[in-house]
């Protein structure tokens, strides 16, 4: 068999290597090279790529017989031109010395990839795609996000704050990577266990499963994309007025290869600039090669956890692959009663329509169940937390939520020529749950004497949300050379429906001990340091949503987002990125009590009469749109190949369209801008990410109250001082009113981001970070002692992040051995707040409207230590122990009020994992 070598200008037939191919320089791949090779056969095209990168290519004369390419031009890394020259041939590359082999995919390394050409021989000395490192894209996915398989704590190559692959350095924003292989470390499961484990995120618990809140430099974050596409709404809302229809969706980890995440405003991309940030996940995906991996899980708190994950190729000569995730997890919790269920199955399949076309489709079905609730430690008057053991939980076994997720999922990608792709995103999601039981908690603790420590319970009830989202994206990217530069530019628009078809709230009133009925909003008092959940019956049988429906809502949000993206390079180090975006939204709602007549009678709750639902197309409409004026400036210098500085603007628009002045005028939109500036840089092997960064944050326009509603008359009442702030207004024909624009209004957020993640040395990954944050609020926003209060008091102003881990070499006598050591860490948080005096408390709450006691109350820093220890068994099979609380620290997750929501930390507990991949 004939064999041709392709050197600069040399072509040599009859099976002998040319030497200045053995005497030839490494070649890595990494090189940058310009090259102009046009379209048409592939073995003179082959022939003159060598000619033009100066590469010797080395191949059987019969490999290139029949085949053709498209050609590439530009200027480039060899391994990205020789990919794009490859692309749809079939054929794969290995990097060898001072020459690259071409072999036919599906050879000797049992390599098979359509479609996509796949590199042999790459930096790791694995397969990767185009445009992969040795932390990102090997794993034998479509995916070059994809961190599966390599072993590492950082990723070069990020969707978020993007709509193309990225690496950390290129970047223009602090952004954060959670890898696969960190989430098996630390045995992250859920998305809040990520949240707390990601640089610069306050976890705020509510209690109810999926409710839990996380915030960035002072502002909750509300958005989460999949896979980079328009993002989905989570929390209460997206700016004044714009409810997200109730969606709390508990995010298992098991579906995603990795978390990405962005902080600061990123309003270019995801319409509205909110300034705490976009959360990023992506998807496992369907792999060219078959792989079964198994994980059973056993922990404290009879923990039970298996997961299943296959894929492969399903036929068509390998061009149809599909995933089939299946998860459950059953556990009770350090604290009293509660026990939670989750049962989730997924299914991805992926076909190669053509050589340069990929279509994606998925399903994934998830149900949860929990069994009782979660109340938090009260506290006394003076603000002391109530001396109660940490599994203290005031609540009852037949407390319930359930929640049923139905996600499906699309994706159309196209390549078009060397330089473009265009893509089609497309998600539709469906959430029904149930929650019922008792919406409990502590009255005022008074003092230490049990006899006057009190428990408020206000009332049994259920709410059954049904929620719906859909999320629809087009991308097109690309790049062409003008000023003998690279210059890309990203095009597209998103669509996004949040629904809530219908939230029923049922309150059947309330039942004191042996379940006798009481007035729904009565009181009773018992000891807190013996708490008795038998003290209320089960009250299933005469709770009938169909009979008690008191109050229901709806709303339906439709948002619209076009943008433009364009990364300019006037000369070779330096990047000028700007962007624009249009976007329009509408918001249609109502939320009207039924209940017309008594709530209870003869001593039996209930409601005796129920009004007629309102047609929903006659709520109150509210809509806005924006043009981003300025537009995002970020400018970008490489000071060299491994390091770059940024500095830009960003800006921030939220609307307030809900909010309306005394007229009935909607206020005009809150605005803003994120200022950020920073360094990151990359190592030489492409394997270890430092970033430092400082912002400044400012907001503008928010509504404060002027007016108050009076209800007796129907009208506003503009007599009395202002409120100074949104919770003045009053709900007024479902519009807040009275509200006005203070222009001397300002409030700030600024700090900086440092963070490292990556590979030290061989064998040793390292995920550390440092956040310093400090926010002011608006002027008028004053503590007790007349400084200026900050945005959340509960988020702490310093927090630092630690992971670390270690595997002993091949040869040492502690092969096989992993060893893992973390820690996280905050300052002080504190709440201030009012009381409502004990001689104004009545059965129906607090007789006077202004509380006059003050409260002031701390909660000390802490850091919390882990560790872990695994063992390689062989290589199919590793065992994993992680300790959480290693020292056993009594400390709280999140800080509440004197009533509740104070809610301490897990304990000192144990997790052993068993992973087998075969």
């Given at each position: ?224 994309q999949i896979d980079g596409g328009a993002a989905q709404i989570l929390g209460s809302s997206m700016g004044a007025g714009i409810q997200s229809g109730r969606y709390t969706p508990i995010i298992d980890m098991s579906l ?663």
């Open positions: 068999m004939a064999l041709l070598v392709r050197a600069s200008a040399l072509a040599v037939a009859g099976g002998l290597l040319m030497p200045a191919v053995a005497q030839a320089q490494s070649v890595s791949g990494d090189e940058r090279v310009t090259v102009n090779v046009p379209a048409g056969p592939l073995g003179p095209a082959l022939e003159e790529f060598g000619k033009q990168a100066g590469v010797a290519l080395v191949y059987p004369a019969e490999l290139a017989q029949g085949l053709s390419t498209n050609g590439v031009s530009g200027t480039m890394s060899v391994q990205d031109a020789l990919v794009r020259l490859l692309s749809g041939t079939g054929l794969t590359m290995q990097f060898s010395g001072g020459a690259i082999n071409l072999v036919r995919a599906g050879g000797e390394g049992g390599e098979r990839v359509l479609g996509a050409v796949r590199v042999q021989g790459s930096q790791d000395g694995g397969s990767s795609l185009a445009g992969a490192t040795p932390v990102n894209g090997i794993n034998g996915s479509r995916d070059v996000t994809a961190t599966e398989g390599t072993g590492s704590y950082t990723s070069n190559a990020l969707t978020v704050g993007s709509k193309t692959a990225q690496s950390i350095k290129d970047v223009p924003m602090s952004v954060s990577v959670l890898t696969d292989q960190q989430i098996k470390d630390q045995n992250i499961t859920t998305l809040t266990d990520a949240m707390q484990n990601m640089s610069g995120v306050t976890v705020n618990n509510a209690g109810i499963p999926g409710s839990e809140e996380y915030y960035s430099r002072g502002y909750q974050i509300t958005q989460v995603y290869d990795h978390v990405e995440l962005v902080r600061g405003a990123s309003g270019t991309f995801n319409a509205y600039g909110d300034p705490s940030g976009v959360i990023n996940l992506v998807r496992k995906k369907p792999l060219d090669h078959a792989q079964l991996s198994l994980e059973f899980q056993l922990g404290s708190w009879a923990r039970h956890r298996v997961s299943a994950d296959v894929t492969g190729p399903l036929g068509f000569g390998g061009k149809l692959r599909g995933r089939l995730i299946a998860t459950h997890q059953d556990n009770d919790y350090f604290f009293d009663i509660t026990h939670s269920d989750l049962n989730i199955l997924s299914g991805t399949l992926e076909y190669d329509l053509t050589p340069t076309t990929l279509l994606s489709a998925g399903i994934n079905y998830q149900t949860h169940r929990q069994d009782g609730a979660r109340t938090g430690i009260p506290r006394y008057l003076d603000g002391t937390l109530v001396d109660l053991p940490r599994s203290t939980n005031w609540t009852f076994p037949w407390v319930l939520s359930t929640q049923e997720n139905l996600e499906y999922f699309g994706q159309l990608d196209q390549r078009i020529g060397n330089n473009w792709t265009l893509k089609f995103k497309g998600t539709r999601i469906s959430q029904k749950g149930l929650s019922e039981g008792v919406s409990a908690g502590s009255d005022y603790v008074l003092t230490s004497d049990l006899a006057h420590s009190a428990f408020a319970k206000y009332g049994l009830g259920a709410i059954a949300p049904r929620t719906k989202q859909m999320q629809y994206e087009i991308t097109l990217d690309g790049a062409f050379r003008l000023f003998s530069q690279t210059q890309k530019v990203v095009v597209g628009a998103n669509y996004s429906m949040a629904d809530q078809g219908g939230s029923a709230e049922y309150y059947g009133g309330s039942l004191a001990a042996n379940g006798i009925p009481t007035n729904p909003f009565a009181r009773y008092y018992f000891n807190p340091f013996a708490f008795d959940p038998s003290i209320l019956v089960d009250p299933t049988g005469w709770m009938d949503p169909s009979s008690k429906s008191f109050y229901v809502s709806k709303q339906d949000v439709r948002i619209v987002n076009a943008y433009v993206n364009f990364e300019f390079t006037p000369f070779a180090r330096v990047r000028i990125v700007s962007g624009a975006h249009y976007s329009a939204f509408r918001s249609r709602g109502y939320s009207y009590d039924l209940c017309t007549g008594a709530m209870v009678t003869n001593g039996v709750p209930g409601c005796t009469a129920v009004g007629v639902q309102p047609n929903p197309r006659n709520g109150q409409l509210y809509k806005g749109q924006q043009f981003s004026w300025p537009p995002s400036v970020v400018a970008k210098y490489d000071f060299s190949s491994n390091l770059t500085g940024y500095a830009g603007y960003t800006d921030i628009y939220q609307d307030q369209s809900f909010y309306r002045t005394q007229d009935g005028a909607p206020l005009p939109p809150l605005t803003g801008g994120n200022f950020e500036g920073g360094l990151k840089w990359l190592s030489p092997n492409k394997k270890f990410n430092i970033a430092f960064s400082g912002y400044y944050i400012r907001k503008k326009n928010q509504a404060l109250g002027v007016c108050d509603y009076d209800p007796s008359t129907d009208v506003p009442d503009c007599t009395g001082p202002a409120s100074g702030s949104p919770s003045g207004g009053e709900l007024v024909n479902q519009t807040y009113c009275c509200y006005a624009i203070d222009p001397n209004w300002r409030e700030t957020s600024y700090g900086v981001d440092f963070e490292v993640s990556g590979e030290i040395r061989k064998g040793w990954q390292v995920s550390a970070s440092y956040n310093w944050n400090k926010t002011l609020s608006a002027p008028g926003g004053l503590l007790f002692d007349g400084k200026r209060a900050p945005l959340q008091s509960f988020i702490p102003p310093q927090q630092f992040r630690f992971w670390s881990t270690y595997r002993f070499d091949e040869g040492s006598p502690l092969d096989g051995v992993v060893l893992g050591f973390g820690a996280r860490g905050q300052t002080k948080t504190f709440v201030t707040t009012y009381y409502c005096p004990r001689e104004s408390v009545t059965p129906n709450g607090c007789s006077v409207s202004i509380y006059l006691h003050p409260v002031y109350f701390t909660d000390p820093g802490h850091v919390i230590f882990s560790a872990s220890l695994g063992y390689k068994i062989n290589d199919q099979l590793s065992l994993n122990v992680e300790l959480e609380n290693l020292l056993d620290n009594t400390y709280l997750s999140t800080i509440g009020t004197l009533g509740s929501n104070n809610y301490y930390g897990s304990p000192r507990g144990a997790i052993v994992t068993l992973r087998g991949k075969f």
